[in-house]
């Protein structure tokens, strides 16, 4: 049975940086979408990269390009998300999650299906 277990959240100031992990076991698909998202409190659920292993793409929300890089350790079964110039907008809990196929930058909960329980990130001074 497939478990995502995330870590690597914490406090951090303004124009910190912070390096998410998910760790897969059980994980057997050749060709998959690693998503990961983010949820701040009284929001939706937001979608802010996305990786296809069948092309080997990366996808990023307009809010997190050029800030957010999404990487992968297949040895491990590992994956990244690093986020640099954090600012408090970004602070909520952060989940990885994996599902068939990436739909480019519209990364939507409803096209993953196995989800991590989440690390939460705070970004304040």
């Known amino acids: 049975q497939l478990q995502l277990v995330e870590s690597g959240g914490g406090l951090v100031q303004p124009g910190g940086s912070l390096r998410l992990s998910c760790t897969a076991s059980?994980?057997?698909?050749?060709?998959?979408?690693i998503g990961w998202f983010r949820q701040a409190p009284g929001k939706e659920r937001e979608g802010v990269s996305c990786f296809s292993s069948a092309d080997d793409r990366k996808y990023y929300a307009d809010s997190v390009e050029g800030r957010f890089t999404i990487s992968i350790d297949n040895a491990k079964n590992t994956w990244y998300l690093r986020m640099d110039n954090l600012q408090p907008e970004d602070t909520g809990v952060y989940y990885c999650a994996t599902g068939p196929f990436c739909f480019g930058r519209h990364i939507l909960p409803r096209d993953f299906d196995s989800w991590g329980q989440g690390t939460q990130v705070t970004v304040s001074s």
């Open positions: 059980g994980f057997t698909e050749k060709y998959y979408a």
